[in-house]
């Protein structure tokens, strides 16, 4: 058996065109230790956790990339860096093949905007629609103060909704409605890249296909690049090109959204697809499931990290701390048994 | 045919306002849950599902009340029963499993402590027999190393630990029927996968029945055997699971399942349900879904359809539902 080379993330397929945005080694550490005067005193704890170890990503021209994993794992602290509310501890961001600095100015900051996954909470309920998009328009000087109520008419054409919905308020919508809002004021400052956190999880089910739709036709029609993080597989399925599982503060997959859940290469994918609720099948599966939970990130395990609710691991997992490695074309994996998985094809309904 | 475990008849929910008439939150809803049935209510936010759980455990927020029908648990008429005899029942009885275990678990008390207190008040056991049926109970549900856990505090415990914890909770007495409000909604899906597979198993052993109120069509294929659909405040279709999710003939039922990404058919674009549901102080006259509907005539804004039997076991509150699957399909 040969053990492929580790490729280094940047093999691109699109030739010569770098990724809009490319992480690599991102790393977040929160310190919570109690404070030094309590530890002086008591014997208080130094702790940190690591919230991101080592994080390798691309997101190319206009995909859409979907992020999922458990609580925990890292994927909104990860949204978090890249959009540049939080800072890194360690890592690089390239944006365009350029490194991103580490204090944004305004016209970076521009670049990358976000739509959070609670449309009640993320608006400010006191700002009308027209307001809120005004005040952006004219702080990035994104067309000439005369141009302002026409352009915020065309940003929610753009999403769906009446030219009315300027004069109101963010109470008087519905939670579709709300996310449309909220997507058309990241859209306000002409970004090219979108980063929505769980962007339907708090919405209905009848209405989650309306915004699935739009995130679709924003990446069609404005060539935007999404970075979708979610946590339901079958909506993840649905809507995007590639998948980039997360574990424990680390990418442990990547691969085509199709090649993905065709042909998993990390058991933690795996279980993850034997996990989902299916419309087709009777009563629950018990094909691959998982023991016990993600463990704390205060306490990662030795080894591969995944290693102690793993079904196929060896002596050797608890030692070697796999590294993402490419399993097949534009596949990568981090487990030293990738290849063997394949023999173990996922149960078809 | 045996006597149902419990018979909801007529059932109105709402909110009286001094003289004027009550708004109607739950409108004429019926269904029977028979013994060792798992039963799933499906609807959206604001249809009145979790209410008409929460009817039968007499939990209704402040405000809300029953406003006429009856809820008969085997035999026994709940609505106008004292408190304290209905009291009497939650527990040894009827048992229920909130969605958020962090609001529902008291965060000062011990979860040991939490689980043995319904054996001891209910059971009759002593405080070192109801101590040892927490322990047996939180193993039962998969807690690893309980005799340590049962010390812990709920803060102290994972999501997915402190659901079990609840289960664990509700099952102390051997309940004959579990009231489920979205047991694992706040869950990861591998744990939601071990949950529900813990709660079948639960039900399995001990024969109880299960109320299982969601939202996910997915998760009531795979643990229910009957299902109601709710929508603004009516059951708008009921039936076994396989019949109504295979042949749906409610257009909203229709409409749901079109409208929700399915794993295991990921080239099918989704169909959303124009509009939102209706409010429910100014419900239309009519069928609430007409204005929403692909297939509404005339007569649907007129009168409220009554349950019409489609097929055996598949009830349908549609004026069209002969030629709901039909014509959905065709367009």
Request: net charge neutral; with cysteine.
């Amino acid at each position: 058996m040969t053990i492929p080379d580790v490729q280094p993330l940047i093999a691109d397929q699109s030739a010569g065109d770098p990724p809009v945005l490319r992480v690599a080694n991102l790393t977040k550490n929160y310190d919570l230790s109690t404070s030094v005067l309590s530890r002086l005193s008591h014997r208080g704890e130094k702790a940190t956790l690591r919230a991101l170890d080592g994080v390798e990503l691309q997101l190319n021209r206009g995909e859409i990339l979907a992020l999922v994993g458990e609580s925990g794992s890292g994927k909104s602290t990860l949204a978090k860096i890249l959009v540049g509310s939080t800072a890194a501890s360690a890592g690089e961001i390239e944006y365009h093949g350029a490194p991103m600095p580490a204090r944004r100015g305004k016209d970076e900051s521009r670049r990358i905007q976000m739509v959070f996954q609670d449309p009640y909470s993320s608006l400010n309920p006191r700002l009308t629609v027209g307001s809120m998009l005004r005040e952006l328009l004219l702080l990035h000087a994104i067309v000439p103060p005369k141009q302002v109520h026409e352009e915020s008419k065309r940003l929610l054409n753009l999403v769906g909704l009446e030219e009315d919905a300027l004069e109101a308020y963010p109470s008087q919508f519905s939670g579709g409605q709300r996310q449309r809002i909220a997507i058309a004021r990241a859209l306000a400052v002409r970004p090219d890249i979108l980063i929505a956190d769980e962007p339907v999880s708090a919405l209905d089910v009848s209405v989650q296909a309306t915004v699935l739709d739009l995130f679709a036709s924003l990446r069609r029609d404005l060539g935007l690049s999404i970075l979708f993080v979610a946590h339901n597989l079958a909506v993840v399925q649905h809507l995007s090109d590639r998948v980039a599982v997360m574990y424990l503060g680390r990418i442990v997959e990547v691969a085509d959204t199709a090649e993905l859940f065709r042909n998993p290469r990390h058991p933690y994918t795996r279980a993850l697809i034997d996990s989902i609720p299916r419309m087709s099948a009777g009563s629950v599966t018990e094909a691959f499931q998982l023991e016990g939970e993600p463990p704390s990130p205060f306490n990662v395990p030795s080894g591969c990290r995944f290693n102690p609710r793993c079904p196929y691991a060896t002596d050797a997992c608890r030692t070697i701390d796999p590294a993402l490695e490419t399993v097949a074309p534009a596949h990568l994996s981090a487990c030293i048994r990738a290849s063997e998985l394949t023999e173990l094809a996922v149960a078809r309904v | 045919m045996t006597e149902p475990l419990l018979s909801v008849r007529s059932l109105s929910i709402g909110v009286k306002r001094g003289s004027a008439d009550p708004t109607l939150i739950v409108d004429d809803v019926s269904f029977d849950i028979a013994k060792g049935e798992r039963f799933g209510i499906v609807g959206e936010s604001g249809s009145g599902k979790s209410l008409t759980l929460r009817a039968i455990g007499d939990l209704l927020p402040r405000g809300v009340e029953v406003l006429s029908g009856s809820i008969l648990y085997n035999g026994t008429e709940l609505v106008g029963m004292p408190r304290s005899s209905r009291r009497k029942l939650m527990g040894p009885e009827i048992a229920m499993i909130f969605q958020e275990p962090m609001t529902a678990l008291n965060p000062v008390v011990r979860v040991g402590e939490q689980i043995a207190e319904g054996p001891r008040r209910y059971l009759g056991m002593s405080r070192a027999e109801s101590m040892t049926r927490a322990i047996e109970m939180m193993a039962k549900t998969g807690i690893p190393d309980p005799v340590r856990r049962a010390r812990a505090y709920p803060h102290e415990l994972s999501g997915g630990l402190r659901q079990r914890i609840m289960i664990a909770m509700a099952l102390s007495c051997n309940p004959r029927l579990l009231l489920c409000d979205e047991p694992t909604t706040a869950l990861d899906v591998t744990v939601q996968h071990q949950v529900l597979r813990l709660l079948e198993d639960l039900c399995d052993d001990s024969g109880a029945a299960l109320a299982f109120v969601t939202h996910d069509l997915a998760v009531v294929n795979q643990t229910c055997t009957d299902l109601a659909v709710m929508y603004s405040g009516h059951i708008v279709e009921s039936g076994t699971v396989r019949e109504v999710l295979r042949d749906p003939r409610h257009p909203y039922t229709q409409g749901l399942l079109d409208s929700a990404p399915d794993f295991d058919r990921p080239e099918r674009p989704l169909i959303p349900i124009p509009g939102f549901p209706p409010n429910v102080a100014s419900r239309p006259s009519g069928c609430p879904f007409a204005p929403r509907c692909p297939l509404v005539v005339e007569a649907c804004r007129t009168a409220m359809p009554p349950m019409e039997t489609v097929a055996p076991g598949h009830g349908a509150a549609c004026i069209r539902a002969d030629r709901t699957s039909r014509e959905l399909v065709a367009r």
